[in-house]
């Protein structure tokens, strides 16, 4: 999920190809700025189905979270199949 961030939202809004990151150390600050970062990040919450609702300030605040951090918080508030791929047992 983390280097799904990277790589599916990050890189192409940063325009590059490729991102190693250490997901404990890196941000999403650290690649974008400005309304990008906003862009992404919601995105990517709502990819996995985080409604964030009273909580929506932290978008701001996730902007210096480590990766890791984001993706932590995804799965203990949304859900860990990105909406439309998941299907009944």
Do not use: C, R
């Not at 300030?57 to 791929?85: K, R």
């Amino acid at each position: 999920m983390g280097y799904d961030l990277i790589d599916n939202f990050i890189a192409p809004e940063a325009g590059i190809s490729s991102v190693v990151a250490d997901l404990y150390l890196a941000s999403v600050e650290d690649y974008l700025d400005g309304p990008a970062i906003h862009s992404v990040l919601v995105n990517f919450l709502t990819k996995y189905a985080v409604d964030l609702g009273e909580d929506e300030h932290l978008i701001h605040y996730m902007a210096g979270w480590p990766i890791a951090l984001i993706t932590l918080y995804v799965m203990e508030n949304g859900d860990y199949l990105p909406v439309g791929t998941q299907t009944l047992l």
